[in-house]
């Protein structure tokens, strides 16, 4: 199955829905999820010679912003939903 990559239009159609104020974020690394900043946008070339966009975090300590939440780690399948166990009654101590 060919992997085709997202293009500059189409994170633009994307975004477009959303309020323009709304803080934009990144969410990487599925096995461990967390937030970050996004603080820069650039534009270089790949090793084919062809045009790439970076979307880049910046280098401050509080660019990492924490676990990603989990509802958004769900709705990217990088995690299953989890139910909490089901409770058992409490133990009382000297009641038989």
Same mark, same amino acid.
């Given at each position: 199955?060919?992997h085709t990559e997202t293009t500059v239009g189409d994170l633009v159609d994307q975004l477009s829905a959303h309020d ?9 690394? /599925?096995?461990?999820?967390? #937030? ?6 650039? $534009? @270089?070339?790949?090793?084919?010679? +062809?045009?790439? &966009? ?15 939440? /989990?509802?958004?780690?769900? #709705? ?6 989890? $139910? @909490?166990?089901?409770?058992?009654? +409490?133990?009382? &101590?000297?009641?038989?």
């Amino acid at each position: 199955m060919a992997h085709t990559e997202t293009t500059v239009g189409d994170l633009v159609d994307q975004l477009s829905a959303h309020d323009r104020s709304t803080p934009l974020r990144l969410a990487m690394n /599925p096995f461990f999820p967390m #937030a970050h900043r996004l603080e820069q946008v650039i $534009q @270089a070339v790949d090793e084919t010679g +062809r045009p790439v &966009v970076y979307l880049a975090e910046g280098r401050d300590a509080d660019t990492q912003l924490g676990h990603l939440p /989990p509802e958004v780690a769900v #709705a990217l399948t990088w995690q299953t939903p989890v $139910q @909490a166990p089901p409770r058992r009654p +409490r133990r009382r &101590v000297g009641v038989k």
